[in-house]
C-alpha cells in the first residue's frame, strides 16, 4: 500500500492571497497524480492531474510536481471563499484503485 | 444519465442489521469502485469492478461485505450485521479506463448505524 501524507490543517488564507497546497507520497515510482476537492458533506471532485515534473496551470490553479523529492503541490491563486473545502490528494495504487491521502482543510477567509 | 448516482443518500440503521446501497456508474464507464470515508479521512478503496467482473477487494471489506455488478451496469454494496464501526460515507465512482484519467465520484451513502 503506497502512503500519502498531507497537512490536515485548516490552513486559513485571506481572499485573494495564493494558497499552497502540499502531499508526499512513499513510492518513488509513482508516475501520476491527482488533486481532488471536496465540500463538506459532498464527494471528491477532481481539479487537476500531473505526470510530468515542474508545473501545470489551468485557470487560477497550478500543480507542481517533483518526483526526485517526491513532493506535488496545488497552489490556487487568487483565492476566493468559494474555494473552501478540503483538498485531496491522489495517486494510483497498485492494481486500479486510488490511494488519497487525508486531505487538507482550506479556509479562504473574506 | 450526467453522473454518478447512489441511493439511498441517508441510511440509519440499528446494529445488527443489514443494508444494502446501490450505485448507477456513469453509462459508458466500464469500470466502477467503491470507497469508504470517514470523518477527517481521505476515501479508502474497498473495491473494483470492470463490467461485471470484481477483480479487486480491499483487505478492508472484511466477510460482511458484498458487492457485486451483475449486468456490468449499476453495482450493489450491501453490508451484514452492521456495526458501529460501519459508520461512515460510502462513496461509488466510475472511469472509463484505469486510474490513469481520475474518476467521476456519486454523491455517496452515509451510513450511521445506532
Known amino acids: 500500500q503506497k502512503e500519502v501524507e498531507q497537512n490536515s490543517g485548516p490552513l486559513s488564507v485571506p481572499e485573494g492571497a495564493i494558497a499552497s497546497l502540499n502531499c508526499t507520497y512513499s513510492?518513488?515510482?509513482?508516475?501520476?497524480f491527482f488533486w481532488y476537492r471536496q465540500y463538506s458533506g459532498k464527494s471528491p471532485e477532481l481539479i487537476m492531474s500531473i505526470y510530468s515534473n515542474g508545473d501545470k496551470e489551468d485557470g487560477r490553479f497550478t500543480a507542481q510536481l517533483n518526483k526526485a523529492s517526491q513532493y506535488v503541490s496545488l497552489l490556487i491563486r487568487d483565492s476566493q471563499p468559494s474555494d473552501s473545502a478540503t483538498y485531496l490528494c491522489a495517486l494510483p495504487n497498485y492494481g486500479q484503485n486510488f490511494v488519497f491521502g487525508p486531505g487538507t482543510r482550506l479556509s479562504v477567509l473574506p | 444519465d450526467t453522473g454518478v448516482s447512489q441511493n439511498p443518500r441517508h441510511k440509519i440503521t440499528k446494529r445488527g442489521q443489514n443494508v444494502t446501497f446501490r450505485c448507477d456508474p456513469i453509462?459508458?464507464?466500464?469500470?466502477l469502485y467503491w470507497y469508504r470515508q470517514t470523518l477527517g479521512q481521505g476515501p479508502e478503496f474497498l473495491t473494483y469492478f470492470q463490467n461485471e467482473a470484481q477483480l479487486e477487494k480491499s483487505r478492508l471489506l472484511s466477510d460482511r461485505f458484498s458487492a457485486e455488478r451483475p449486468k456490468g451496469s449499476f453495482s450493489t454494496l450491501e453490508i451484514q450485521r452492521t456495526e458501529q464501526g460501519d459508520s461512515a460515507m460510502y462513496l461509488c465512482a466510475s472511469s472509463l479506463d484505469g486510474a490513469g484519467l481520475g474518476y467521476t465520484f456519486g454523491s455517496g451513502t452515509r451510513l450511521t448505524v445506532v
Open positions: 453509462s459508458e464507464h466500464n469500470r
Open positions: 513510492d518513488r515510482g509513482s508516475q501520476s
